[in-house]
Every structure is written in C-alpha cells, then in structure tokens.
C-alpha cells in the first residue's frame, strides 16, 4: 500500500512531467525554432534578398552567352530589386509588391535568360537578341515602377505591376 497523497500526486507533474518540460526547453524549443527561421515564404523580403543574389550569380555565369547590353539591364533588374527589398526587410513593402518580385526573380528573369541560352544554342538569329534585350527593359520598367510604388505606398500600383508581368510573361516564347 502506497503511503503518498493521491491528490499531490495528480497535480503535480511528477519526475517524468519535470525531465519532459526540461527536454522540451532544452532540446525540442530550440529545434523548433530553428526550423521557423530557415522556413519561409517564397515572398519574404529575406528569402527574396538572397534570391537576388542567386540570379545575380546566374548572371555573372552567363556573361559570356549574353549579348552585352542584356548583361548590363538584368543587372540593372536585379540591382533595382534589391533598392525595393532593402526597405522591406523592415516590413516595408506590401504582399503584392513581394508576389510580384516572387514571380520576378523565381521565373521570369531566369526563364528569359535559359531559353534565350537554348535559343542561341539551337542556332536562333540575332532576332532572339532582340527579344531578350525587350523583356529585360520590360522587366526594369517593372523594378523601376515597384520602387515607385513602394516608395509612395501604392498599393494599386503593385497590383497593376503585377498583372502587368503575368500578362507579358506567362508564356513567353522566349
């Protein structure tokens, strides 16, 4: 027969209790923690930042491929992305704004330049130079006029920016 107390021993968590909250404090809270910080959106403005840098990269490989001048603007693209998403580390640009930046640098930029490298590679003219150089100043317009909008806090504007690169690159042929 058992002489401790029934009711202390329900309400108090008991060793097991104690050495399971000290695990989770020690060991389980941190993990999980760690995990929330390299798990984020594809729009956070972080993510986004290094994305940047990723593209910048694919750039910097491609320069030898790349007719000059479309060297220079997707420079000129990924340097005007990263002048909208410096502020906006600090929350200050709005979903829109960072869907439309998602889309930008996740598929429109590097899609444009690996097919134009397919294109030049299956023998394609000086046409496709052309094109190239077109959706680049296309996509600068885009940067360009985000960064407007961001700085006005327009958030009409970054759904106009928006529906203006799905309607110019969802399915490009370039």
């Known amino acids: 027969m058992s002489t401790a107390d029934p009711a202390a021993s329900a309400e108090s968590p ?3 209790g104690r050495l399971l909250s000290r695990w989770r404090f020690r060991v389980a809270d941190p993990v999980v923690q760690r995990l929330e910080e ?20 694919e750039i910097d490989r491609l320069g030898g491929v790349l007719p000059p001048q479309a060297t220079v603007l ?4 990924t340097d005007g992305a990263r002048e909208i998403l410096r502020p906006a ?16 640098l996740r ?17 394609a003219t000086d046409a496709v130079d052309r094109d190239l150089v077109e959706q680049l100043e296309a996509m600068r317009s885009f940067v360009q ?3 407007v909008a961001a700085r006005e806090d327009d958030v009409l504007a970054h759904e106009v920016q928006g529906a203006f690169l799905r309607t110019k690159f969802a399915g490009s042929d370039l």
């Not at 580390?89 to 930008?104: E, F, K, T, V």
């Not at 444009?112 to 299956?122: D, E, I, Q, S």
């Open 38 to 57: 390299t798990v984020r959106a594809d729009d956070d403005p972080v993510v986004l930042m290094q994305r940047v840098g990723t593209v910048e990269q």
């Open 89 to 104: 580390l600090q929350g200050g640009l709005d979903i829109q704004g960072r869907i439309g930046l998602d889309a930008l």
């Open 107 to 123: 598929d429109y930029l590097p899609t444009t330049l690996t097919r134009y490298v397919g294109a030049r590679r299956a023998g």
């Open 14 to 16: 008991g060793v097991v």
């Open 145 to 147: 006029e985000t960064l």
């Open 74 to 77: 997707a420079r000129l693209v």
